[in-house]
């Protein structure tokens, strides 16, 4: 079982309606990242959180210490939100990144 | 402000030749540095890391070699390219006192 899991695999969706990409993980860990990934390859991170909840413009970030679980929502999605999305944990026991597969996002216009 | 500058942005190499990626980072000192690969249609996988100058760790075995000639410089090198080297190549930083990590653009290699 890998350390980290996102659900969905694949997600295609209609312009305008509510995303939500999963990550769950097993390790013990000081920060979570989502990150955002086009087609070209080019990586952008979206958020990095420790406790709560992160808002930036239609993205939101929450994550569940207890649960060990983080949701990556899109609201008002859009045709150019279409891209690989991918969560990665950095484990307490070292500093190294721990990612995940990639949900990737198709939105049809 | 810190900035990461990896190169080329895509390369087309052929079997058996060299290869050799550079990353260097700006803004901070004694940065952690990483070299990542994701192969087609799968996630990203660690290569290398390094916390040190002239301190290299493999994650895992294979045809490829990392160098880091300065504190903040950070090289992927091949003598021989296989097929099977084809992906793309991501580095990133980080400062090992917080959490926070950075990404380069990647770059694309294909081997022919």
């Known amino acids: 079982k890998n350390e980290v899991e996102q659900s969905p695999q694949n997600l295609t969706a209609q312009e305008g309606e509510f995303i939500t990409i999963n990550c769950s993980y097993s390790?013990?860990?000081?920060?979570l990242h989502w990150l955002q990934q086009h087609p070209g390859g080019g990586i952008v991170s979206l958020f990095m959180?420790?406790?709560?909840?992160k808002k930036h413009g239609r993205l939101i970030a929450t994550i569940n210490i207890q649960e060990k679980h983080s949701s990556l929502h899109i609201t008002a999605s859009h045709p150019r939100d279409s891209a690989v999305y991918i969560c990665?944990?950095?484990?307490?026991?070292?500093?190294?990144?721990?990612w995940g597969a990639g949900t990737k996002l198709i939105i049809k216009p | 402000s810190q900035t990461i500058h990896q190169w080329p942005a895509t390369l087309v190499q052929p079997v058996g030749s060299p290869l050799s990626l550079e990353c260097t980072v700006e803004?901070?000192?004694?940065?952690?540095l990483y070299w990542y690969r994701q192969a087609a249609g799968r996630g990203l996988q660690l290569l290398f890391y390094?916390?040190?100058?002239?301190?290299i760790s493999s994650e895992v075995p294979q045809n490829l070699s990392a160098s880091r000639p300065q504190d903040r410089q950070f090289i992927l090198s091949s003598k021989k390219l296989l097929l099977s080297d084809s992906g793309f190549y991501l580095c990133?930083?980080?400062?090992?006192?917080?959490?926070?990590?950075?990404f380069g653009q990647g770059t694309r290699l294909t081997v022919v």
């Open positions: 803004g901070t000192s004694n940065p952690n």
């Open positions: 390790v013990g860990i000081s920060a």
């Open positions: 990133a930083w980080s400062d090992g006192q917080v959490t926070e990590a950075f």
């Open positions: 959180l420790s406790s709560g909840k």
């Open positions: 990665a944990v950095r484990s307490h026991s070292n500093y190294q990144l721990i």
């Open positions: 390094s916390v040190g100058i002239g301190q």
